[in-house]
């Protein structure tokens, strides 16, 4: 899964770019140019995605992006968070149960899920291990 979410830009009557979620009504963003409105984006995307998980709810997930559509990507860690609570919806798996496959505190699987919180990628590749997927990081040329 790519969290890269497609993006909506307009203008409005001051000339100001309107950065919007085409997935996530609600995640919109303003800045002096497109770049800026854009790059303000993930951090209302974020916002919104923790809302999810606070409400235990599934998190909407990126659409496929028109040809020459802009994204908004998120941080690597959060889209490794974001993937690991995906899978332990589907699975129907508690932060505790997880905890017990893992061997360890209940604790560190909530800090896992904390988009807030610096966990390092390598806790959440084991983590991700446990319910069957993994992590891949890719790299890309800046557009």
Do not use: F, W
């Not at 899964?1 to 203008?11: K, Q």
Request: charged share 25%; glycine share 4%.
């Amino acid at each position: 899964m790519v969290y890269a979410y497609p993006v909506t830009l307009s203008r409005d009557r001051n000339g100001t770019t309107i950065a919007e979620s085409v997935d996530l009504p609600g995640a919109v963003t303003a800045g002096n140019t497109p770049g800026q409105a854009l790059a303000r984006l993930p951090d209302a995307l974020i916002v919104m995605l923790a809302a999810c998980m606070e409400q235990r709810k599934p998190l909407p997930l990126p659409s496929r992006p028109r040809r020459g559509q802009a994204t908004a990507p998120l941080p690597p860690m959060v889209a490794a968070k974001l993937a690991l609570y995906e899978a332990m919806r589907q699975q129907r798996l508690s932060q505790t149960q997880l905890a017990a496959r893992l061997r360890c505190d209940p604790k560190q699987i909530r800090r896992l899920l904390d988009l807030d919180h610096a966990s390092r990628l390598e806790q959440l590749d084991t983590a991700l291990r446990a319910v069957g997927k993994r992590l891949i990081v890719e790299v890309r040329d800046a557009a």
